[in-house]
């Protein structure tokens, strides 16, 4: 399946990419004490800037996933060029090749509201150790959206469903991650400065037009659409 | 990306602040000012601060910013989005 939208990120090379960008990911982290010893998973990890972030500031044992291959390509080339020993594997989070309890903390940064989310919370938590926390940052509807706008949203990010807060707490709480927390963030969609930024040298210009669509899209819909960030235990 | 497109992309942006890469590394950001076919003139964003309004004196009088030729640009994008 392809999904012009993630084009649009991968092709730009768009670190940060998620409500919020790089700066509310470093708050975030700032409150959980992440020690060296744990393992952390980022999950459809993009360039690679939050990966090589925990990598580098706090020492752990980083694994970062994605299935898009321009996105594990860039984000190869990051920890690389950096030289920060983060593990990364082109994978699917539908299907994750880790052994159940694998990891301290995972991390998902706008990337379940892309995927199938019941089957993703499912093997996110089996890969999650038993007294492990998941951190996720996922487009959230704050109003009710109509059946237009829900095609709409559907259509330009390639998603099923846009999730109101319950909706999402209902997954979380049906995969069996049953204490959920909701982190506080600012209600607005704060643009956030693009300053991580590796574009390929062929960008088709299609992807020009899906920016400008999505840009149209907030315009009219942002304040029917938002995001949350969810902390989950099992 | 090729001259023709860089144009067109630089034209479409006029007027937004964007964030321009060289082939030299170099990076500026700034808003566009002026497009033609061979060059883009950004009024880059240090200027707001230290100049004063309605004053570019160190990027000539034209109030247009500096120009930086097409060839010299290796990408161009919007300086600050949202994305999900
Ligand atoms: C909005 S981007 C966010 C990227 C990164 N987390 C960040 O914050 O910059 C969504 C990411 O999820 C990845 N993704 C989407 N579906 C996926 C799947 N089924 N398996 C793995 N990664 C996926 C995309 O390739 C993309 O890199």
Redesign the pocket.
């Known amino acids: 399946m392809t ?1 012009t ?2 084009d649009l ?2 092709y730009f090379g ?5 409500p919020g ?2 700066n509310l ?1 470093k708050a975030i982290l700032e409150n959980e004490n992440i020690q060296p010893n744990e393992s952390v998973l ?9 990966a090589a972030f925990l990598a580098e500031k706090y020492n752990c044992q980083v694994t970062a ?4 291959p ?2 594990v390509q860039k984000a190869r080339q990051r920890f690389k060029k950096i030289k920060v020993p983060v593990m990364v594997l082109e ?4 299907n994750l090749d880790f052994v159940d309890s694998s990891f301290d903390l995972v ?5 379940i ?4 989310i019941s089957r ?1 919370l499912k093997e996110l938590s089996r890969v999650l150790k038993s007294d492990g926390s998941l951190i996720m ?1 996922e487009m959230t509807a704050e109003h009710y959206l109509s059946e237009e706008q829900q095609k709409l949203a559907c259509s330009l990010y390639g998603i099923k469903e846009v999730l109101n807060t319950e909706e999402w707490i209902l997954q979380l709480h049906q995969t069996g991650l049953t204490q959920v927390e909701i982190i506080n963030t600012p209600p607005e969609l704060i643009k956030s400065e693009i300053n991580d930024i590796n574009p390929s040298i062929q960008i088709n210009m299609d992807l020009f037009d899906i920016w400008d669509k999505h840009n149209e899209f907030l315009l009219h819909n942002g304040d029917f659409i938002s995001y949350r960030v969810f902390k989950c235990r099992k | 990306m090729n001259r023709s497109d860089l144009y067109n992309q630089c034209c479409r942006f006029n007027g937004q602040r964007v964030r321009i890469t060289c082939h030299d590394g170099r990076v500026h950001v700034g808003e566009i000012t002026r497009v033609n076919r061979n060059m883009v003139w950004i009024r880059p964003d240090e200027n707001l601060g230290g100049y004063g309004l309605g004053f570019f004196g160190g990027y000539g009088e034209s109030g247009f910013g500096f120009g930086i030729a097409l060839g010299a640009i290796a990408g161009i994008a919007l300086a600050s989005a949202f ?2």
């Open positions: 999904n939208y993630l990120l991968a768009i670190g940060g990419a998620h960008g790089f990911t980022d999950v459809g990890c993009g360039t690679g800037q939050t996933i994605d299935n898009h321009i996105m994978e699917d989070v539908h991390i998902a940064e706008s990337v509201v892309f995927t199938d993703t940052i | 994305f999900w």
